[in-house]
């Protein structure tokens, strides 16, 4: 993702949450948030530990609140409705990358020949870049929760995102695309490709859901702690992607799992 994609972005989302405080007088809140991912890809075997804690990475973020409970320009409370005492919508840019290899039983020390080292030798990595926004609820009340230090306010979410992502592949043996140094597989054509791997810049749609709770240090500072699921439209995210009509065992396009730790200031 360029600065200049970013910068758009930010643009038009300041521009529009001004013109909704604007006309309806929200509070604004803002975070920074933190913390390891876990990428699921087509590197390594699906529902293996080894592959689930061997490709992390970190991800980071800022993050943007709109509270419908409260009003900054007359520093009261909104009307008191179900939504506006349970709902949250929250803006975010967020970045994170992972390197990726391949684990478990086919790249086992067991396993020799010319296909389990071409295995052992490939290396990817991705980095993405996301903005977008998500509707949290909070089963309990927020008025009540912004009113007590040490209370806590734990929420789920919905929401979508975009994503700009850099993906790597290549081998410790040699440049992939010959029979010496890549496995059969990614030799063949996939989604339009000239082969199954690819290093390359893109852009793709995600769904974005996560569960979990604020801690209120201070009447205008929360700490959250947040575990997220996020799904990418495309298989290609991480760089890789065999022919799915020969090759069944990776059925599912990328996603990813974080957990994230935040500080969340309000602003008044």
Same mark, same amino acid.
Request: hydrophobic share 35%; with cysteine; charged share 15%.
């Given at each position: 993702?360029?600065?200049?994609?970013?910068?758009?972005?930010?643009?038009?989302?300041?521009?529009?949450?001004?013109?909704?405080?604007?006309?309806?007088?929200?509070?604004?809140?803002?975070?920074?948030?933190?913390?390891?991912?876990?990428?699921?890809?087509?590197?390594g075997?699906?529902?293996?530990?080894?592959?689930?804690?061997?490709?992390?990475g970190?991800?980071?973020?800022?993050?943007?609140y709109?509270?419908?409970?409260?009003?900054?320009?007359?520093?009261?409370?909104?009307?008191?409705?179900?939504?506006?005492d349970?709902?949250?919508?929250?803006?975010?840019?967020?970045?994170?990358?992972?390197?990726?290899?391949?684990?478990?039983?086919?790249?086992?020390?067991?396993?020799?020949?010319?296909?389990?080292?071409?295995l052992?030798?490939?290396?990817?990595?991705?980095?993405?870049?996301?903005?977008?926004?998500?509707?949290?609820?909070?089963?309990?009340?927020?008025?009540?929760?912004?009113?007590?230090?040490?209370?806590?306010?734990?929420?789920?979410?919905?929401?979508?995102?975009?994503?700009?992502?850099?993906?790597?592949?290549? %081998?410790?043996?040699?440049?992939? &695309? =010959?029979?010496?140094?890549t496995? $059969?597989?990614?030799? !063949?054509?996939? @989604?339009? *490709?000239?082969?199954?791997?690819?290093?390359?810049?893109?852009?793709?749609? %995600?769904?974005?859901?996560?569960? &979990? =709770?604020?801690?209120?240090?201070? $009447?205008?500072?929360? !700490?959250?702690? @947040?575990? *997220?699921?996020?799904?990418?439209?495309?298989?290609?995210?991480?760089?890789?992607?065999?022919?799915?009509?020969?090759?069944?065992?990776?059925?599912?396009?990328?996603?990813?799992?974080?957990?994230?730790?935040?500080?969340?200031?309000?602003?008044?």
């Open positions: 993702m360029t600065l200049k994609s970013i910068l758009f972005f930010c643009f038009v989302f300041l521009g529009m949450t001004n013109v909704v405080n604007a006309q309806f007088g929200f509070s604004h809140e803002i975070g920074v948030i933190a913390g390891p991912v876990a990428f699921q890809s087509d590197y075997v699906r529902y293996n530990l080894s592959t689930n804690a061997g490709n992390t970190y991800g980071i973020g800022i993050i943007h709109l509270n419908f409970s409260y009003e900054a320009d007359c520093n009261c409370y909104t009307p008191d409705t179900y939504f506006n349970h709902f949250k919508l929250r803006s975010e840019l967020s970045y994170n990358k992972t390197e990726l290899k391949n684990f478990g039983e086919w790249v086992s020390p067991n396993r020799t020949g010319l296909g389990a080292d071409q052992r030798a490939m290396r990817g990595s991705t980095a993405v870049t996301n903005i977008g926004m998500q509707l949290e609820y909070f089963p309990w009340s927020i008025r009540e929760f912004t009113a007590r230090t040490e209370s806590w306010g734990p929420f789920i979410s919905l929401g979508g995102q975009f994503s700009f992502y850099n993906a790597k592949a290549s %081998s410790t043996m040699g440049p992939l &695309g =010959t029979p010496l140094t496995f $059969p597989k990614y030799l !063949l054509p996939s @989604d339009g *490709r000239p082969y199954g791997f690819s290093t390359e810049t893109g852009s793709v749609w %995600s769904i974005v859901s996560s569960i &979990g =709770t604020r801690y209120k240090l201070a $009447p205008l500072s929360d !700490l959250m702690v @947040d575990l *997220r699921f996020q799904y990418y439209f495309s298989d290609w995210v991480d760089g890789i992607n065999q022919d799915k009509a020969l090759f069944k065992e990776n059925k599912a396009n990328d996603w990813l799992v974080w957990f994230n730790v935040g500080y969340i200031y309000y602003l008044q």
